[in-house]
């Protein structure tokens, strides 16, 4: 016999607004149409995702319990029957990685040995993704952690704004890499009244990419600091520098390489005029905040009047509100894939974009096996 479909609701992204007319017997078709969504937080903050999700679904969360041991062991228990069914596990990544990810993981296995048909991870913020190149004797973390989620059992993930996109290839079984753009583009649009005076500034030349994208859509022009003092992520050991030389090493004549000149950066500049002018500093993560608020720094001595930075994951790690607070930055904008309330009650500068629209939709999208490209419509590789 045919499964059923979930009944569609009216307002696939008209203008990034929350869908309206949502037939009453939606969460009862829910129930019924063979699929359930489940959160894997074992905290009550981390779950404020999870239920903006299901109410845009008209679906209730699964009936699970996740908790730690006494000896900090995760333990998950599934309250319900889930055979034959798609479970979506929705997991945000809070301070706590490495808990998070256990909870995932365990969480995904127990619905695989209780017969799930498949078990779809909705990770906004997919943990490690910085690790995912070789750095001298290190490994690539982020595989690891693909290989550990397809031995868990999960059979498809929906995630936001991969740090790296070539990320999805470490993975066994399909990836929908969700954009963020199109609602921080709406924010600058609707929230910042003289934006049409404004420059997209990329606080480094590996984000100029993501700078030009922005500034096209918006018709703005572009600046990019060129020249900062901290190290990039490019400027890291690699594996290039190793075995390190030695000094009473014997190489073979025919084996010898020409010596490379050592990079010497260059004194800190702003490619672009930003006298008078908005500077918009776009991202994907915000974690550290150092590099920002140099940033900052330099935008203000360059004549820039107001400073904003947007990023698509807002890790804000440390002392990040506090130093986001002295700053010359005058707000910071990030979304909902990263639990922050601690930190926004900490610095009234930051504010948050809620995602959940594009996150329900991806899922009813799936599960009713409908395309996604509409989802990804007018989003180009560089977003």
Known sequence: MPRKLLVPYKSVFSHFRAPRGLHDSLAMNAARSGYRVFSANSTAASTELAKKITERLGAELGKSVVY????????????????????????????????????????????????????????????????????????????????????????????????????????????????????????????????????????????????????????????????????????????????????????????????????EKPPITVVGDVGGRIAIIVDDIIDDVESFVAAAEILKERGAYKIFVMATHGLLSADAPRLIEESSIDEVVVTNTVPHEVQKLQCPKIKTVDISLILSEAIRRIHNGESMAYLFRNITVDD
């Open 68 to 263: 730690q041991e006494t000896n900090g062991e995760t333990r998950v228990e599934i309250k319900e029957s889930v055979r034959g069914q798609d479970i979506f596990i929705i997991q945000t990544i809070p301070r706590d990685v490495n808990t998070a990810v256990m909870e995932l993981l365990i969480m995904a296995y127990a619905l695989k040995t209780s017969c799930a048909r498949n078990i779809i991870g909705v990770i906004p913020y997919f943990p490690y993704s910085k690790q995912s190149k070789m750095r001298k004797r290190g490994s690539i973390v982020c595989k690891l952690l693909a290989s550990m989620l397809a031995k868990a059992g999960l059979t498809h993930i929906i995630t936001m704004d991969l740090h790296q996109k070539e990320i999805q290839g470490f993975f066994s079984f399909p990836v929908d890499n969700l954009r963020a753009s199109p609602f921080l583009l709406q924010y600058i649009q609707e929230e910042i009244p003289d934006y049409r005076n404004a420059v997209i500034v990329a606080k480094s030349p590996g984000a100029a990419k993501r700078a030009q994208s922005y500034a096209e859509r918006l018709r703005l022009g572009l600046a990019v600091i060129h020249g900062e003092a901290q190290c990039t992520e490019q400027d890291m050991d690699d594996g290039r520098h190793s075995p390190p030389m030695l000094k009473n090493a014997t190489v073979h004549p025919g084996l010898e390489l020409p010596l490379m000149m050592a990079k």
